[in-house]
């Protein structure tokens, strides 16, 4: 029996228009496919709309929608307020790795204006943005712990929402370490643990103390 690349056998001659077939409509097909799938109807991002009556195609949420599983009716921790007053206290305790993840956020997001030492003497402001308030002033310090929250979220003055940077958990753990910063700037040496005060003495003279 001839080997089936032998062109010239019959066997080759009715299978190859039947290839030829097979591969032209396997071709169609995957261009439909495309076609399809390339012109169907659909919102390209940010892009504008007639349909409604915003003329946004982007639709907001609806209200109330909540994420599986990340429903939360601690009103507290989300707001930072007990009804429309800032609350007092933190939702959760504050530990360690707290203050290192507030460190971490605050010095992200809040020092290029405010300072690492919260103390209002950011980079940007060295460079001509408007300096704001030291967070260490004591009529700022006396502040309770979910008015920071809710500055943070819906921001104040010139400064605009972090609500979207940053989550609700890691505003609560910036504003741990800022009240450690505030602690920090009025702490008298003699109330330091030994340890501390042993590390400061052993400082070069002139240098920070931190």
Same mark, same amino acid.
């Given at each position: 029996?001839?080997?089936?690349?032998?062109?010239?056998?019959?066997?080759?001659?009715?299978?190859?228009?039947?290839?030829?077939?097979?591969?032209?409509?396997?071709?169609?097909?995957?261009?439909?496919?495309?076609?399809?799938?390339?012109?169907?109807?659909?919102?390209?991002?940010?892009?504008?709309?007639?349909?409604?009556?915003?003329?946004?195609?982007?639709?907001?949420?609806? =209200?109330?929608?909540?994420?599986?599983?990340?429903?939360?009716?601690? =009103?507290?921790?989300?707001?930072?307020?007990?009804?429309?007053?800032?609350?007092?206290?933190?939702?959760?305790?504050?530990?360690?790795?707290?203050?290192?993840?507030?460190?971490?956020?605050?010095?992200?997001?809040?020092? &290029?204006?405010?300072?690492?030492?919260?103390?209002?003497?950011?980079?940007?402001?060295?460079?001509?943005?408007?300096?704001?308030?030291?967070?260490?002033?004591? @009529?700022?310090?006396?502040?309770?712990?979910?008015?920071?929250?809710?500055?943070?979220?819906?921001?104040?003055?010139?400064?605009? @929402?972090?609500? &979207?940077?940053?989550?609700?958990?890691?505003?609560?753990?910036?504003?741990?370490?800022?009240?450690?910063?505030?602690?920090?700037?009025?702490?008298?040496?003699?109330?330091?643990?030994?340890?501390?005060?042993?590390?400061?003495?052993?400082?070069?003279?002139?240098? &920070?103390?931190?």
């Amino acid at each position: 029996m001839p080997y089936p690349s032998d062109t010239g056998s019959p066997r080759w001659r009715l299978r190859a228009p039947l290839a030829a077939c097979a591969c032209a409509a396997a071709a169609l097909a995957t261009a439909g496919c495309h076609l399809d799938m390339y012109d169907q109807p659909k919102f390209k991002p940010l892009a504008a709309d007639p349909f409604f009556a915003d003329g946004a195609s982007a639709r907001p949420l609806v =209200e109330g929608t909540v994420a599986r599983g990340h429903a939360d009716t601690n =009103e507290y921790r989300l707001t930072g307020k007990s009804g429309s007053v800032p609350g007092s206290g933190f939702p959760f305790p504050v530990t360690m790795a707290v203050l290192n993840r507030g460190r971490d956020r605050f010095e992200t997001f809040c020092s &290029p204006c405010h300072g690492r030492l919260a103390d209002g003497n950011g980079m940007v402001v060295r460079r001509g943005f408007p300096r704001p308030p030291s967070l260490l002033a004591d @009529s700022i310090r006396t502040e309770p712990e979910g008015f920071f929250f809710d500055v943070i979220t819906k921001g104040f003055g010139r400064m605009y @929402s972090y609500a &979207p940077s940053i989550p609700v958990d890691d505003r609560w753990a910036v504003v741990a370490y800022l009240r450690a910063l505030q602690l920090s700037s009025k702490i008298a040496v003699a109330d330091l643990p030994l340890s501390d005060r042993a590390r400061l003495a052993g400082l070069p003279e002139g240098a &920070p103390r931190r």
